[in-house]
């Protein structure tokens, strides 16, 4: 089974990005981690970021940035299983 691990900046979680983290919590079949850094400085600074299986996903809002990270996971990562 592919296991979907979701990474977010630190910075970027006290933009605002941590409601969305709290959220992703709560679903058992995620790994949701937090990093000092991602790499990933330029998007980062100007839009709420997680980094799901290696891939930046980006929104203007956390809500925006949850409808993302699903559609990504249902549209991209479950065609891999």
């Known amino acids: 089974m592919l296991r979907i691990r979701v ?3 630190v910075k970027n979680l006290a933009r605002g990005t941590e ?3 709290q959220k992703l ?20 600074r100007n839009y709420h970021v997680a980094i799901v299986n290696g891939k930046p996903i980006t929104a203007e809002t956390p809500e925006e940035l949850l409808t993302n990270i699903d559609e990504y996971i249902d549209n991209e990562l479950l065609d891999q299983l």
């Not at 709560?26 to 980062?44: A, M, Q, R």
Request: proline share 4%; charged share 25%.
């Open 19 to 21: 409601a969305a983290r």
């Open 7 to 9: 990474a977010f900046c």
């Open 25 to 44: 919590l709560k679903d058992p079949d995620l790994d949701v981690v937090e990093y000092g850094c991602t790499s990933y400085c330029g998007i980062c």
